[in-house]
Nanobody, 120 residues
């Protein structure tokens, strides 16, 4: 299986920045798309950003120009640099990957989430 360990969440004032990291480990043969999702209280989980192995990115309209997703394929780690944060960015941020695991094959995996709280 795949283990995803997220870090970097916390409390920040509006206008501030945070950098999230998500490191994957396990019996991994290959990883394709890596991404970040978030869930605010009382709302459904939503896409924040995704990145392919070649570096193609996709962002939610609400974070374009403020957030940057990147990855280190050698470290099997995905990052999310978040700038100009506002209270609407508050939520639990989840890492998500598509991975091929030895014996099990392809699967989609979620981390347990890291809390981001932006105060006004």
């Amino acid at each position: 299986q795949v283990q995803l360990v997220e870090s970097g969440g916390g409390l920040v004032q509006a206008g501030g920045s945070l950098r999230l990291s998500c490191a994957a480990s396990g019996n991994i043969g290959s990883i394709t798309t890596m991404g970040w999702y978030r869930q605010a209280p009382g709302k459904q989980r939503e896409l924040v950003a995704t990145i392919t192995p070649g570096g193609s990115t996709n962002y939610a309209d609400s974070v374009k120009g403020r957030f940057t997703i990147s990855r280190d394929n050698a470290k099997i780690t995905v990052y999310l640099q978040m700038n100009s944060l506002n209270p609407e960015d508050t939520g639990l941020y989840y890492c998500n990957v598509d991975a091929w695991v030895h014996v099990s094959g392809w699967g989609n995996y979620w981390g347990q989430g890291t809390q981001v709280t932006v105060s006004s």
